[in-house]
């Protein structure tokens, strides 16, 4: 007989973006910091390369996808008909994928079972009789539903969807976020996100800038697609653009940046003055961190938006711009504004020991 393998934590997460890494990463660091002998193991087809960014010490990565996430056009755009094809699809295979998931669970000898935020572990999780946990500021019932087209035919997916997050032992949600008050497990909870080291001379003595030259950070996180972008120039303020904006030649490239200074992305978003992004939880959870005002382009059709934009709006200096604005340039009063605007104190990210403290005791039994 094998000898039995040390427990450990499963952490599903989906690879829709990378704001769900940054919101679980966090959380699971420090519940390994209090259980420092509990094994790692990973489900997500997020490269390793991305996950070496936000996970500490040792993990074992198993390259699966556990649910289909949002197909997007590009980064500010839904392809709603190729995610109702996705989810479809992904619903006839459903059950081999949990009888896949429900052995992983036995033979890793998991613990608990903390998913950000597919559906099916936290199934896979009550079946083998193992905590289950959802931890996310959205579920994709409440994105996917409101969008679907009168003959999407996948409502009977929606309701599975809902029973599983509602089957779950906690659904833990942290702010900013949806309500889901349809779920009478969830559990709300500050919100998650690093804090990075500010270092604007560093940045500055890089790129060969002036020192009171003014940073501003364009970051649209990391769905694929390009996205027309016309970045105003301003005296006296340097673009720093990340992800796959097309910005053209009037930006430094972030990630050069990032390589040549050894620096963390937080580490950027600590050090800059102003930052254009979309609405989406890790950039909009880390600017609040870092008291960093934000431009966001709108989004219509992400329905966690709202509560995104609310929720930043009451805690930052922040505009909102259009799709349009965002191609022809037409900002750059907003701009200004934001750069003149008083810089207010980070919030501190409470929810990371809030969360750990929820889960602790399914590991303490």
Not at 162 to 190: E, K, Q, S, T
Not at 239 to 265: E, I, K, Q, S, Y
Request: with cysteine; hydrophobic share 45%.
């Amino acid at each position: 007989m094998p000898a039995r393998r040390t427990p450990s934590i499963m952490l599903a997460i989906t690879a829709h973006g990378f704001g769900h890494a940054t919101q679980a990463a966090p959380v699971v660091n420090r519940l390994r910091e209090r259980f420092p002998d509990l094994r790692l193991l990973v489900l997500t087809d997020i490269p390793r390369t991305g996950l070496d960014n936000w996970l500490d010490g040792d993990y074992e990565l198993l390259p699966l996808a556990t649910d289909p996430g949002m197909r997007m056009h590009d980064p500010l755009r839904v392809d709603v008909d190729a995610s109702v094809r996705a989810y479809r699809e992904f619903s006839h295979d459903a059950p081999r994928l949990l009888t896949q998931l429900e052995r992983l669970i036995e033979v890793h000898d998991a613990r608990l079972v903390l998913a950000d935020v597919p559906w099916l572990p936290l199934v896979a999780a009550r079946r083998q009789q193992r905590p289950a946990v959802a931890l996310c500021s959205l579920n994709w019932a409440d994105i996917l539903e409101p969008l679907l087209p009168p003959d999407s035919g996948i409502e009977p997916v929606i309701a599975a969807i809902r029973d599983a997050y509602r089957a779950a032992d906690l659904f833990i949600r942290p702010a900013p976020g949806m309500p889901m008050d349809w779920l009478d497990n969830r559990h709300a909870v500050g919100h998650i996100a690093r804090t990075g080291n500010a270092g604007p001379a560093r940045v500055r003595l890089a790129l060969n800038l002036p020192d009171d030259q003014r940073l501003a950070l364009l970051q649209f996180g990391g769905e694929r697609g390009d996205t027309r972008v016309n970045l105003p120039q301003i005296d006296g303020v340097s673009w720093l653009v990340a992800g796959r904006g097309n910005a053209g030649d009037h930006g430094f490239p972030a990630d050069r940046v990032l390589d040549t200074l050894g620096m963390r992305f937080v580490d950027l978003v600590a050090s800059v003055d102003v930052m254009l992004t979309k609405p989406g939880y890790g950039s909009f959870a880390e600017a609040a961190t870092h008291g960093l005002p934000l431009l966001s382009v709108h989004r219509d059709d992400w329905p966690e938006a709202p509560w995104l934009v609310d929720w930043a709006a009451r805690n930052l200096p922040l505009r909102e711009i259009s799709r349009e604005q965002l191609a022809t340039g037409d900002f750059a009063h907003l701009l200004a504004e934001l750069l003149d605007a008083p810089r207010p104190r980070g919030l501190p990210p409470s929810g990371i020991d809030e969360a750990v403290d929820l889960l602790a005791p399914y590991l303490s039994r």
